[in-house]
Every structure is written in C-alpha cells, then in structure tokens.
C-alpha cells in the first residue's frame, strides 16, 4: 500500500527544533527511572481490559480503505473489517474469515470455505454474500477504487451457499490469492444500493473485526471500542485511541507526558534523545525492523522537462542518497535501485543505486540542450530555466529535509526547485488525484506480492488509481502482464528483476531510500512477540495487554 504510509540538514531550523526539543527534556524529564520503573519490569499474566493510546499523522479520509486508497484509511480499517485470508507471523497465508481454500488444478479457480457462525458487530450474519457484494462494489467503475485491477481479473464470482466462494479467472493469477488478504469484506445489508463514495458508513461504519468504532472526531481522535461479536475472538484491550497529531516533535512530547503509549518514531529520536535520557529507557520499548517501503522524488512524466530521460537521469545523478540516509535518517535507511525490498529474491542484485555523480548529471543536462546561458546558475533551454516545484505532506520532517536536500543538490547542476509543503488530504484531493504537480517526495507502502501492476501499469491512470505519475512503457505493461501470470518462482523472479531493469534505465523516480520502521512502545503493553516475527512487531497485537496495575488509572491513583 502507498503512504501518499505509511509508512521522515543539518539546516538551521532543524538544530532549532532538535534543541528546543532537548531543552524540554531537560527541563521536564530527570535522568533517574520514575517511581513505576521497577512496576514496569514486571511480567503479568494477559487479563483484558484498559486503554492504549497512540498517534497517527494524518485523519482518514474514510473508514473504507479499499475506495480511499490512503495508508490512514486502510490502518483504521484493518481494525474494523476482515479479509478472507491473512498472512501469519512468518508471512505464509492462512485463514482469516477462511477456514479452508482449494485452488484448481489449471489454477483459474479457487473455492474458499468460510468458518462457520460469522457476524457482524449488529448480530448479523457474515456470509459469502458480502463477500461477493465487496467484489462487485469494489470492481464496480463507479467505485474508482485504485485496487480495482486484482479483481477484475476475476470472470466470474459466486456464493452458492453462505459458506462458499467462488473465483474464476480466464487465466491464471499468481497473486490471486494474495489480493484475497488484502480486501476488507464490507456489510452488504449496509451498503446495497448506497453510493460508496458519498454513504455515512465510511464515517460510521459496521465491523466484524476486533474493534468498532466508538467515536470520531475529526482532526482530533479515533476511539475504537471492543468488538464483543468480533469473527475472531475477544482482543485484551478494551478501547483503542488513536490521536491525530500531524508533527512527529509533538507526538513525543505526548509520548514524554505519558498522554499516548506508542508512536512511530524519527530517527533522531530513537538513535539519539532516546538512548541519551535514562528515563525514556526505563519505561520505553524500542523496535527497529527494515519495512516493505521506500521513499522517492517521482516526476509527473505528462510535464515537460520530465518527458526527457535525460532530464530524469540528470536529477538521479545529481542526488546524494546517501546524504539522505546519513543526514535525515542518521544511517536508518538503505540505498535502493528497484521498488522491492532489499534481501529479497525479488530485489534484482544486478541493479546498484544511481551514483552521486554532478559531473555526470551537467553531461546529461548539456545533451538535453540545457545550458546556463545568462550566468546566473540556472541552466535553460528555449530561453526557459529549468525550474520546477516540488510537493510534499505537511508535518513530515524526514520528507521536507529531503527535500531541502534534494533543492540544494539541484541547484549544484544549474536546477531551480520550490519547495511546498500541503495537508495530507489536500495534497491528495486537490494534487496528486488530478494530476496537478511537477514532482513529489512521497513514500510507497508495498504488499508482499511483488506484482505492481496498479503502479505502474499505463492502465492505471484514472483519478485516484496510483500510476498518477503517468508513467507509460509497453515492456513494462507487458512485463507486469506476465508476472500475473507465471506461477513457477524462477522464471517469476526474472520477470521482476526484468521489470525493475527498465525502471531503473527510464528513471521515472528517483529511489530516495528503503527506511526502517522505528516504534516506541510503553512497557506497560504487554504481550508483544520478542523477538519479533517477520510479520513485523504489530502482529498479533490483539494479544497485547495492559495489566491492571500499570494502568492510567491505577498509576494516577498511586
């Protein structure tokens, strides 16, 4: 999933924050364990009860994730709604509102058998039917869901009874069953004959899964309950509070506070404030884990001067990465050449990042009839400068120093760039979904399957599907049309490393750096995997407690 998640120097500005921060701590913390330190290292048995609270950067546009198509959107939703099936603590799949699949020998088909006595949190049955009617409303193309290309791959579904389900394709699909873990099952006793894009229920909306929403208040908090009829069981905690806090620097300091229990962390906080304060050590947990996400300056290849690959690869070259990932994320991060995760058998090893090569990147520019006629260090072409406006989402520090960086380095080759900063929501709304921008630094969430057809195939164009930088490459469509549908892992993997090639030689973005997840975690949560699963450290967190005495409460009482 993309993060437009997700999924982050040394200017003067920064040092000011960075000490305004400190002197806080300073002034508000003491280097000595607080009194519930020792309480805090204790082990208790799981009881349920309690409240967790963390923050989240941005408020959902809607609690259905499959049409909103933003990380906020899904995160929330993961909460609500049920897949068919899900990945385990090693990433291998296994039945989430499936008890058992069967896929046809000529792979075209698969049988799904749900687990019986399913309901929604109104006591309503949950049956094939609404899993066929999420298909059908997810398909639809009034729906404009930017997932809609898995599943209209499926030519026929069927529910002939309220325990099966049934695909069919024309040919066959490798991530077939991969794209059933990923679609949320909506209510269709709610949402028959609504308008999926303008219906209350993506504001109030029905669950099935471990929590419910209790109550929204936009721009300020989501308070998730409960949910007694979940199809999974009881989770431990009793309410959810996810607090929308779009500055990471204030999210610590409500970490510091003791208002919230969890929160996804800057560099600079976990590799330096952090370990440098005892305090925060004795009643914090740190986890650090290589997610499957990467940062990017992309292009809006239907502008000039992006249709020129010269261009694309000039601005590569002028890049530093490494810069980045030492300046911005403190070393926290990996230099990339594909958009898969390094290590993997997907990640092609014959590809090595774009050197930080100016000389290289001048050459490119002059090729491409750019030169700095007028002296004043800008080059330009036609008497037009090169010059153009670069977009990111307000509040993400690592994001806008990025690009801070990236202006400077620019400018080094002779290209002007205008940094802006937008909401989240604005940025999608009113840039990215029509297409209204020069370049972007944004982030890509991406799923397990290493199929990106709905990136970067031509097809995926529309408003709101996720090629809106309009890239357009016959081998790549062609590429990504044969990696759907070659089973065997061998030949699959050469399709990809081929795809990636191509990428990687039209450079229609730049790959900024694979960034790891870092989370801080209040040790009166318990019951967190250690160590943790590749499933990452949020797996199975419907097991996590909060024991009675570490409570806010309780705590607060003593």
Request: a neutral charge; charged letters at 20%.
């Amino acid at each position: 999933m993309h993060d437009i998640r997700t999924k982050r120097h040394g200017s003067t500005g920064q040092r000011f924050a960075v000490s305004l921060l400190c002197s806080w701590l300073i002034a508000c913390s003491s280097d000595q364990p607080d009194k519930n330190t020792p309480t805090l290292n204790q082990t208790y048995p799981a009881q349920p009860g309690g409240t967790m609270i963390s923050a989240m950067p941005s408020d959902p546009s809607s609690m259905i994730g499959m049409v909103a198509g933003e990380s906020a959107s899904l995160a929330i939703g993961a909460y609500l709604f049920n897949s068919v099936l899900k990945y385990d603590q090693n990433l291998d799949l296994t039945g989430e509102l499936a008890e058992s699949w069967q896929v046809a020998d000529d792979k075209k088909t698969i049988t799904f058998k749900l687990k019986p006595g399913l309901q929604w949190a109104d006591g309503k049955p949950l049956t094939s039917a609404d899993i066929l009617f999420t298909w059908q409303l997810i398909t639809d193309e009034n729906t404009h869901s930017p997932y809609a290309s898995d599943y209209q791959l499926v030519t026929k579904a069927e529910a002939p009874d309220a325990r099966t389900f049934i695909v069919h394709y024309s040919q066959s699909f490798a991530p077939a069953l991969e794209s059933w873990a990923s679609l949320q099952v909506l209510p269709k006793h709610k949402l028959a004959g609504q308008d999926i894009r303008t219906t209350s229920f993506a504001q109030k909306p029905l669950s099935s899964h471990y929590y419910q929403l209790k109550e929204w208040r936009h721009g300020e908090y989501i308070k998730l309950e409960k949910n007694p009829k979940s199809v999974l069981g009881p989770a431990n905690i009793d309410h959810l509070i996810e607090r929308i806090i779009p500055d990471p620097a204030a999210q610590f300091l409500e970490l510091m506070a003791d208002n919230i229990d969890s929160m996804n962390m800057d560099p600079i906080t976990y590799a330096r404030i952090i370990p440098s304060r005892p305090a925060l050590q004795a009643r914090l947990n740190q986890y650090k884990e290589l997610g499957n996400s990467y940062t990017y300056l992309g292009f809006n290849l239907k502008r000039k001067p992006f249709d020129d690959v010269r261009v694309r690869k000039a601005i590569n070259y002028a890049i530093d990465k490494q810069e980045i990932i030492d300046g911005v994320y403190l070393g926290l991060g990996i230099a990339i050449a594909s958009p898969y995760k390094p290590g993997t058998r997907w990640s092609n090893p014959q590809l090595t990042p774009y050197p930080f090569d100016p000389a290289k990147a001048k050459q490119l520019l002059a090729e491409a009839g750019y030169q700095d006629s007028d002296g004043d260090g800008i080059v330009e072409r036609n008497g037009k400068k090169l010059s153009f406006e670069v977009l990111t989402n307000l509040g993400n520090k690592q994001r806008e120093k990025t690009a801070v960086i990236i202006q400077r380095r620019l400018k080094e080759v002779g290209i002007e760039t205008h940094i802006r900063t937008l909401e989240w929501a604005s940025l999608l709304t009113n840039f990215i979904k029509p297409g209204d921008f020069d370049a972007v630094v944004m982030g890509w969430g991406l799923g397990l399957d290493p199929d990106q057809y709905t990136i970067w195939h031509s097809s995926q164009q529309k408003p709101g599907q996720f090629n809106f930088i309009g890239y357009n490459n016959p081998a790549v469509d062609k590429l990504l049309e044969q990696g759907r549908l070659e089973f065997d892992p061998e030949k699959r993997m050469q399709i990809y490393h081929d795809f990636a090639k191509v990428l990687y030689d039209d450079s229609p973005l730049v790959y900024l750096s694979a960034g790891y997840g870092l989370t801080a975690i209040h040790k009166r949560i318990q019951g967190i995997m250690n160590p943790v699963p590749p499933a990452g450290v949020g797996y199975d967190s419907q097991k996590w407690y909060l024991p009675e005495p570490l409570r806010r409460t309780q705590i607060q009482a003593e």
